[in-house]
């Protein structure tokens, strides 16, 4: 459109500059990140809506297009066909009425098609429409047409953008010339995946590992809740988080929980897991007997200790007929001291073996004693693949040439319980896969033992 055609078509202005532009930020209720100025409104008749929304803020901003929807006329441009445009771009009657400064917000679209929010992308593929058929333009409605945002006047270009319950945008509308965006919404979703809790060689101690998987948002923080009235938070970004708590009580059912907290644009949004856990029983166990037989008579106390790897058994007997004027006397005392040793369960080495077609084979050696006997071993083969196996080797082939970390984790039942060995570095290994080398070639070429022409074939 030539200039002389603008200033024809043009009926008004909205000129707000950099200074109204702030105010629309500050009223944004703190959600909105300050990016490039938003365009004046300018009278256009490709316009959707001739003029562009009215106002200076967010919420007039949304007020304005609530209007021109619900009356389904844009006195700038004579159009009464905007109800049309709109629900084409996903937009309805309900989602409209709906609209708040909570669930739409103030972001670009790019020619590129991409929609952000807060510098955060939460659309792609933006079809914008427009009253200009132009070339290979598709025809909506009488007069109306769809354009990529490749052809925006300018990059970026200030939008109202409507989100749903979950944060997915629905539908856009450039606040400059009201034009109807459809945009194709970028999944944004949180998944608590697992919580494990694995007991360590201490007392009642358990180490309990959470994972999550965020699609298009930030984990903040895992907080951990040990159903014995006790909570801890771990801050991390991160996919998984560890934490170490001690039980208050053995041979003890609790309930364990973690809740993932993440966020976006629109807002927080949380996901849980949970796990049982029983804390095992005291170590050690006695039965007292004499002759092969329990003492069960009344008069005969029984006290038991367990210090220091020593299990000191008393047993007292009181014989009436032994001190009949002391009936209450203990007649005769007796310990017993058997050493206690510790179980003993390590992971000593992991050994890798190469082999043809970016194959290894994986062995593992361990020690299981005092009672501790092995359960199995989980290979973490670092390509995102992992092997359980309850026996000493395993193989496994790489799909791509690289240098992996290969990790064993063992677990070994120790006094009724499944318990993780000490970290050991020998355990955590790397293999190396190199891509073949193409030879070099080198040929002389002579005729009659005089000329000599090389030709030399490019080294890779």
Not at 44 to 51: K, V
Not at 147 to 162: F, G, M, T, Y
Not at 245 to 253: F, G, M, Q
Not at 396 to 423: C, D, I, W
Request: aromatic share 8%; hydrophobic share 35%; proline share 5%.
């Amino acid at each position: 459109m030539s200039f002389t055609s603008w200033v024809r078509g043009k009926s008004k202005a909205y000129i707000f500059g950099l200074a109204s532009f702030a105010a629309l930020a500050g009223v944004a209720g703190g959600m909105f990140v300050q990016g490039p100025s938003v365009i004046a409104g300018v009278c256009d008749r490709t316009n959707i809506i001739r003029c562009g929304l009215n106002g200076s803020s967010h919420a007039s901003y949304i007020q304005s297009f609530q209007h021109f929807y619900t009356t389904n006329h844009d006195p700038g441009g004579g159009y009464n066909d905007l109800q049309g445009i709109f629900n084409w771009a996903g937009f309805n009657s309900s989602l409209v009425a709906g609209m708040n400064t909570t669930n739409t917000k103030i972001g670009y679209v790019y020619r590129n098609g991409e929609v952000k929010v807060n510098g955060e992308r939460v659309g792609a593929g933006a079809q914008v429409t427009t009253r200009y058929a132009g070339k290979g333009r598709p025809q909506i409605m009488p007069g109306v047409y769809v354009r990529s945002a490749a052809e925006n006047k300018h990059n970026p270009e200030s939008i109202l953008v409507l989100f749903d319950q979950k944060g997915q945008a629905i539908a856009g509308v450039m606040t400059r010339c009201g034009n109807a965006i459809k945009i194709t919404p970028v999944k944004r979703s949180l998944t608590c995946d697992s919580l494990k809790a694995v007991p360590t060689h201490k007392p009642r101690e358990y180490q309990l590992t959470a994972t999550a998987t965020p699609t298009n948002m930030n984990i903040e923080s895992y907080v951990f809740s040990y159903g014995d009235g006790q909570q801890s938070t771990v801050n991390t970004a991160a996919r998984s988080a560890k934490t170490l708590h001690t039980y208050p009580a053995d041979n003890t059912k609790y309930t364990a929980k973690v809740t993932v907290k993440a966020k976006n644009s629109f807002g927080v949004t949380s996901a849980t897991c949970q796990t049982t856990l029983t804390t095992p029983r005291p170590a050690v166990s006695i039965d007292k007997k004499v002759s092969g037989s329990e003492l069960v008579p009344v008069g005969q106390n029984y006290n038991y200790q367990y210090k220091a790897g020593n299990l000191v058994n008393t047993a007292c007997v009181n014989a009436k007929e032994v001190n009949p004027g002391n009936p209450t006397k203990q007649d005769d005392c007796d310990d017993a001291v058997v050493k206690v040793p510790a179980p003993v369960y390590s992971c000593d080495s992991l050994t890798l073996q190469k082999g043809a077609n970016r194959t290894v084979t994986a062995t593992v050696a361990y020690t299981a004693e005092n009672g501790a006997t092995y359960k199995n071993t989980t290979l973490v083969w670092g390509d995102s693949k992992q092997t359980v196996i309850d026996g000493k080797t395993s193989t496994h082939t790489y799909a791509a040439y690289g240098t992996y970390t290969v990790n064993a984790e063992m677990l070994f039942n120790v006094n009724g319980s499944v318990k993780a060995p000490a970290p050991n570095a020998a355990c955590v290994k790397q293999v190396t896969f190199e891509a073949p080398k193409t030879p070099s070639v080198k040929i002389d070429k002579k005729v009659e033992g005089k000329e000599s022409l090389k030709v030399e074939i490019d080294k890779p």
